[in-house]
């Protein structure tokens, strides 16, 4: 059983953290609670099935479009959505809501309630340690450990990079040392919502697929953020992992109590708020005047 | 001017006139989902079917019937739910209510529609407290009737009685004495009983319960359930589940290999989209349900097939509007009247062979249990098709196939 | 009939002379008498249900513009008062009559417990663990069925009252007390603190004011709203089930609240009974009925284009001018204040869109 609660852990605790690494990223720059990060996962799914399944082309192809399109999807739906009303941070809560809640309804609406399933990337599976772990989990640690090393790339290691941390620490000095602040912002929005869509394109063959499949990765994700703390890269890493581990041992430990993973994880979240208000690892940011 | 006058007072009157022979039904259900798309088609089928053969005889007259299309949206909201029965009943002065779904909505709209007196045959929820109702309150609740399904406890006395045909199975193929059964039930009240049940009727059937696993109903992730089942070595993984897990459940254990077979209640196992959304894993999974291309009743092939052609699937449980709108029919043909009262007491007293099962109510309206007549059909998914195969002695069965071992 | 009078000249004096308060008064008016007037079951229904969730709303703008304790997760109050009327009058058998009033106070206790869970945080931390309370109860529920019913929750309650009409008036009544009781409370000096606490907290506990007391009070207040509502809400449809706890139904108030019009108690008011009739209104299509909330979310977005405070300050600020000089507020129809005479329209440049934080 130990066996089965590591590696269960890991492999889950990959999936949260390509969600939550994007969320961490766009409040640690933007300071918005973007509510809509798992709908544009959803939308990412959803893409990716039509052009899997319905127009038959291949994976790379569909996963690349997805992403693409997704990604420029997003950066509109800032220009068009966000930005206007981004002094107001009520304002920008109830539009990722609301945004997120449109998208739900047109995939219901294209698509119908039902659930879709989206054939593996690679079929099959391998046995380790005794527990039998599909290929398409080891793919998507895979992955999450890939986009992991690309965002600290970007963000460490170039210019643009330099200016979105820079914007995250200090926005009004960012701006008066000449950074196009609405340009930078952009940028994140796409880096992270583009990491949402790789999500999505690569989560999604594991679960199923219908237009509600946004809220429940939502909470999850808030959980893991607030735990590791808002804005912190690492906080978001570590506590996607504890998480996951987390769940897996409640799942292994209780089998007649699965159903609680969920409210475990929020509970230890909460438990973790108060004794360090602001996350293992949060930044926490002067009140601005 | 008079004339005109006159030619429009005859044009409300007639159409006033007209009116009052057609019989209004409120069809309820989630049109957005697959639940009320069948609801709605069932409910098509058996009026178009009525409205051509000239309408419902009541008393010399005809009666057509027309349908009004109430979405309770009740999977998203229950308030929803009871403002469309409210809604139906006093802007569309409907006659009679049919349908439902999800019994937490159910319960509520019960409460509108017994408020107004209306006769409501529900189609879809099966909590028995619906039932219960009429039994504790009968003056007030009378109105109502399940149609389908069976009330959540008669479930489990189809689900033994497949499980003794596969357990038999499994002692032949495998050669071992004691079936080993995981019980794999979502965490809802709805499964309690069943659960109970298991525990205490599969030792006495000769087989051993190896553990009980919940995962909550709209759980993606059955892994960590699937691992430990596999280790506890169990041969049949005993389902109960209505929710998307269910999917889950068919895919996972498909990728896994697992050499356990699946069997109990996956509601979405009865959908047809269920092969596409488990990607093609669900090979071997099988699950109680109600319709198919085999002779359960002599109506139901026809049934089936007419549904086919005309909406490109098959039905599901939900499409036995169609038996609840030839039960009004009858009951109202028989009486010679659309008076409530009346059509409550020939309802409990008739006996009505339908496309879904051969239904007699008991005195909580709900159907009396019986296999063959109202027990429902088990169905195993083999290569991307439901195939049915209990009850055995029905034609058109075809044999249960086990994973290899 | 001194008091007539004196009843006539308040009238007069401090509400015939702003529009946004002649207007409230026209809609309470339009409220007690519309069943007199127009009797049909369905249109009481939905103001019923408007009523009930405006007594919602109402209360999580107190929490959350007033105090900016931004609660994510108000619908735990909402279901602990739909829980407690639901068990207590089916098992102890105790009148709904005095239940609703158990629930509005087992409310307020878990009020007080979320407040004290939140007192050290701060901002979307904040926001984000009191998401997580509804869930952590939904998953207690889930965990012991044969008390809460599981995931059907509580059915076959009593109702408060036989027709339609009473039923109506009750939830009329019952919002324009609580709502005017807590625009009231807002708009005194408790108000004037919460105010404080939200825009500088550190400065207000600099300034000797306790602010763990009025946080911890502000929560309780509000959670015993908010379960008041969730009790009316169980008895009126006679069900209380895990719907009352949901994400979907938290993430409702909030856009409420803040489509409304932040910290503006009548704000989340108007929006209730703007936005809730009309997406049933909406639902009620037989050929696009299905894509009622899509069209409620896309009004929302473009509402919030144009009007990013909220509906109810952008309608008050056109309707009414604020004079210069006393700060007291006129129709903008005046060109001078009624109260001191300064000209109302004087130029005063737009001040430009700032970078960062308001």
């Not at chain 1, 643009?160 to 930078?184: C, F, K, S, W």
């Not at chain 2, 409300?12 to 639940?35: D, E, H, R, W, Y």
């Not at chain 2, 619906?130 to 609740?141: A, F, I, M, P, S």
Request: hydrophobic share 50%.
């Amino acid at each position: 059983m130990l066996q089965d609660i590591l590696v269960t852990g890991l492999v889950n605790g990959g999936v949260y953290a390509l969600l939550a690494i994007g969320f961490s990223l766009i409040f640690g720059v933007a300071r918005i609670v973007n509510i809509a990060h798992t709908a544009f996962y959803m939308l990412a799914a959803y893409c990716f099935y039509t052009l899997l399944v319905k127009v038959q082309l291949g994976f790379v192809t569909a996963a690349l479009i997805s992403v693409g399109g997704v990604t420029a999807l997003s950066v509109l739906c800032y220009r068009l959505v966000i930005e206007p009303v981004r002094e107001h941070e009520a304002a920008v809560l109830i539009a990722t809501i609301a945004l997120a809640l449109v998208f739900q309804e047109l995939m219901l609406f294209s698509f119908g309630g039902h659930y879709l399933g989206i054939p593996s990337t690679l079929e099959g599976g391998v046995r380790f340690l005794g527990v039998s772990i599909p290929y398409q989990r080891m793919l998507i640690l895979a992955v999450a450990a890939a986009m992991l090393i690309v965002v600290w790339y970007v963000l460490y290691r170039t210019r643009v990079g330099l200016a979105i941390r820079a914007t995250a620490n200090d926005l009004e000095v960012a701006n008066l040392m000449g950074m196009n602040v609405h340009r930078v912002a952009m940028i994140t929005v796409a880096l992270s919502v583009s990491l949402a869509a790789v999500a999505g394109v690569v989560v999604a063959p594991v679960f199923v697929v219908d237009p509600f499949m946004w809220l429940a990765p939502l909470v999850t994700m808030l959980a893991i953020v607030v735990l590791g703390g808002l804005g912190s890269m690492k906080g978001s890493l570590i506590g996607a992992i504890a998480i996951g581990y987390i769940e897996a041992i409640t799942v292994f430990v209780l089998p007649a109590g699965a159903y609680l993973k969920g409210a475990v994880a929020l509970a230890i979240m909460v438990a973790v708020l108060l004794v360090r208000p602001e996350g293992l690892f949060g930044v926490v940011f002067e009140e601005e005047r | 001017m008079i004339r005109t006058a006159l030619l429009a007072t005859a044009l409300v009157v007639s159409s006033t006139a007209l009116a009052q022979n057609t019989l209004k039904i409120a069809i309820l259900g989630p049109m957005a989902f697959v639940q009320g798309e069948h609801h709605w088609n069932g409910a098509e089928m058996a009026r178009d079917e009525i409205n051509k053969a000239g309408g419902i005889t009541v008393g010399g007259k005809k009666m057509q019937v027309e349908l009004v299309r109430g979405d309770t949206n009740e999977i998203q909201s229950v308030p929803d739910a009871t403002n469309a029965v409210e809604r139906v009943i006093t802007r569309d002065k409907v006659d009679v209510l049919i349908g439902g779904f999800r019994s937490e909505a159910v319960l509520a709209m019960q409460e509108v529609a017994m408020d107004y007196k209306k006769l409501f045959l529900g189609v879809g929820a099966a909590h028995s407290k619906l039932g219960l109702n009429v039994e504790q309150n009968y003056d007030r609740y009378k109105y109502w009737f399940r149609v389908a399904p069976t009330k959540d406890v008669d479930l489990a006395r189809t689900l033994f009685a497949v499980m003794n045909s596969i357990g038999d199975q499994i002692r032949k193929d495998l050669k071992t004495d004691a079936p080993k059964v995981a019980i794999l039930a979502e965490k809802a009240v709805w499964t309690e009983g069943l659960i109970a049940a298991a525990q205490k009727n599969l030792p006495a059937m000769k087989m051993e319960v190896v553990g009980l696993w919940q995962p909550s109903a709209v759980a993606t992730d059955v892994t960590a359930e699937l691992s430990a089942i596999d280790r506890s070595g169990a041969q049949i993984v005993f389902t109960i589940l209505s929710g998307p897990v269910g999917i889950s459940v068919g895919r996972q254990m498909g990728e896994r290999n697992m050499k356990a077979v699946a069997w109990g209640i996956n509601v979405e196992g009865q959908k047809e989209e269920f092969w596409q959304a488990a990607a093609g894993k669900a090979q071997f999974v099988s699950t109680l349900d109600t319709y198919a291309e085999v002779e359960y009743t002599p109506k139901t092939v026809p049934f089936v097939r007419a549904y086919r052609a005309r909406f490109k699937k098959a039905p599901t449980y939900t499409a036995a509007t169609y038996d609840a709108i030839m039960i009004l029919k009858d009951a109202i043909e028989k009486e010679g009247t659309t008076n409530p009262d009346k059509i409550v007491a020939h309802i409990e007293k008739s006996e009505h062979v339908g496309t879904g099962a051969v239904a007699t109510f008991d005195k909580r309206h709900d159907l009396v249990w019986a296999v063959g007549k109202t027990s429902g059909i088990a169905v195993q998914w083999q290569d991307g098709k439901k195939v049915p195969f209990w009850p055995p002695q029905v034609k058109g069965m075809q044999p249960f196939k086990m994973p290899a071992q | 009939m001194y008091l007539a009078r004196r009843a006539w000249a308040q009238l007069r004096n401090e509400v015939l002379v702003l529009p946004s308060r002649s207007a409230v008064l026209v809609w309470v008016l339009a409220l007690l008498v519309l069943p007199l007037v127009y009797g049909d079951a369905y249109v009481l229904r939905i103001l019923t249900m408007t009523c009930i969730f405006a007594i919602f709303a109402a209360s999580w703008d107190l929490l959350a513009g007033y105090t900016g304790q931004v609660n994510f997760g108000h619908a735990l109050f909402f279901g602990a008062g739909a829980y407690t009327t639901g068990l207590m009058s089916l098992k102890l058998g105790i009148t709904p009559w005095a239940t609703i009033w158990a629930g509005a106070a087992v409310a307020a206790l878990f009020g007080f417990a979320a407040g004290y869970l939140c007192l050290r945080l701060r901002g979307s931390y904040l926001s984000l663990a009191t998401l997580a309370f509804p869930l952590i109860v939904l998953g207690l529920l889930f965990a012991l069925p044969d008390f809460s019913g599981g995931e059907l929750g509580i059915s076959g309650l009593r109702r408060l009252a036989v027709t339609p009409i009473a039923n109506y008036y009750i939830a009329a009544l019952s919002m324009l007390s609580i709502v005017f009781g807590l625009w009231a409370l807002a708009d005194s000096k408790f108000g004037i603190v919460l105010h404080a606490i939200r825009d500088d907290e550190i400065a207000a506990r600099a300034s000797g004011i306790n602010t763990l007391r009025y946080k911890l009070a502000i929560f309780s207040i509000a959670g015993a709203a908010a379960g008041f509502s969730g009790a009316l809400f169980a008895h009126y449809l006679r069900v209380a089930g895990p719907s009352t706890l949901e994400v979907a139904l938290s993430f409702q108030v909030v856009i409420w609240g803040i489509f409304g019009g932040l910290a503006t108690v009548y704000g989340p008011v108007a929006a209730v009974f703007l936005l809730y009739p009309l997406t049933e209104w909406l639902g009620s299509f037989k050929t696009f009925g299905e894509l009622r909330l899509l069209a409620f979310a896309l009004i929302v977005l473009l509402v919030l284009l144009f009007m990013p405070r909220g509906l109810g300050p952008w309608v008050r600020d056109r309707i009414e001018a604020q004079c210069p000089r006393c700060k007291q507020r006129n129709g903008a129809w005046r060109s001078a204040c009624r109260l001191c005479g300064a000209p109302l329209k004087t130029e005063v440049s737009r001040s430009q869109g700032l970078v960062g934080h308001q």
